[in-house]
């Protein structure tokens, strides 16, 4: 199986511009994402829209692709990579989307999306944790998702789902099992092509998460159990927090 990680990476982010290249601990955040997840995948590209990213990459001997800016999510610059190489002659069976956040990534969050793909039907993957506090519980910065009996996605929410009708809020965490969406994603190729073409849904708008896009138009997402968190840096705060 041919999969490729790509590491989508904006330089001019709302909440926190130019943070693919900000220092930590010596090295760039995107070095750190990149040698990352070079160490457990043969092929690794970033996508960038800014050339100050492009020149970095190539600065530290990595691969990157200068990519559309009016792209919309970093699903569909993944897309746009793929097509690019699909020009070329090169196809994937499988794309890893690795936030270029996370400079601290866990190796064994890319592994375990990768072997998702060793069943056949798998279209898209994703990570979920099972949440043990309850400010995560209740954060709406931090998506819910349900899943059905195979452990598919059913839908993903901001608010706390399920709500426990019969219960006071403070005994949920003890009465069922609640699941915290880890935001990395794989894809069958055919399938990030399709999706990339689908038109915003409603219940995306509403929630302001893509995935459920996915959902309402029918496509499978596979879910898997880390007990791993992720950090993810999106503002000089956050930045500032993980260095001391």
């Known amino acids: 199986m041919k999969i490729i990680g790509i590491i989508p990476a904006r330089y001019a982010?709302?909440?926190f511009p130019g943070k693919p290249?900000?220092?930590i601990q010596g090295k760039t955040m995107?070095?750190?994402v990149y040698t990352k997840s070079k160490a457990v995948l043969n092929q690794v590209i970033v996508a960038t829209d800014d050339t100050r990213i492009f020149n970095e990459v190539q600065r530290f001997g990595g691969e990157a692709l200068m990519t559309s800016p009016h792209h919309k999510s970093g699903t569909d610059r993944c897309a746009e990579v793929v097509e690019n190489y699909k020009q070329q002659g090169i196809e994937f069976d499988v794309v890893i989307n690795i936030q270029g956040d996370e400079p601290f990534l866990n190796t064994e969050h890319i592994k375990l999306l990768a072997s998702a793909f060793e069943l056949p039907e798998v279209q898209i993957a994703t990570l979920i944790k099972p949440i043990t506090d309850s400010q995560?519980?209740?954060n709406p910065n931090s998506p819910k998702v349900i899943l059905d009996a195979q452990s598919n996605a059913i839908y993903f929410s901001r608010s706390t789902i399920p709500y426990l009708r019969n219960l006071p809020t403070e005994n949920w965490l003890s009465a069922h099992t609640f699941y915290k969406h880890i935001g990395i994603y794989a894809y069958r190729s055919a399938v990030l092509t399709q999706i990339t073409k689908l038109e915003?849904?409603?219940l995306e708008l509403a929630e302001s998460l893509e995935q459920n896009r996915?959902?309402?138009n029918n496509?499978?997402?596979k879910t898997l159990i880390t007990h791993y968190e992720s950090i993810a840096i999106d503002t000089p705060e956050d930045l500032e927090k993980l260095n001391k």
């Open 30 to 32: 995107i070095e750190h």
């Open 21 to 23: 290249l900000v220092k």
């Open 214 to 216: 996915w959902l309402e």
């Open 13 to 15: 982010s709302t909440r």
């Open 136 to 138: 995560t519980l209740f």
């Open 219 to 221: 496509y499978k997402i």
């Open 200 to 202: 915003p849904s409603s």
